[in-house]
């Protein structure tokens, strides 16, 4: 199976959004739903275009 460079970047973006925004909102600090909502949004774009990378290769 072949990764895109894409679909990569948007899953570690993504999963390192949703941290920070958990890490923020256990400390309380201001923007915390902001950024957990666009790192949620993110690592759910990448893992469809990795389940799209995942049919792509696994052809007849």
Known sequence: MRVSKI???LL???ISGLVM???FKLNHLMGAEQIFNLGAM???V???LFIGDIWKSSGP
Request: glycine share 14%.
């Open 12 to 14: 570690l973006l993504g």
């Open 42 to 44: 993110a690592a759910v």
């Open 46 to 48: 990448a893992l469809l």
């Open 7 to 9: 679909s990569a970047t």
């Open 21 to 23: 925004g958990w890490t």
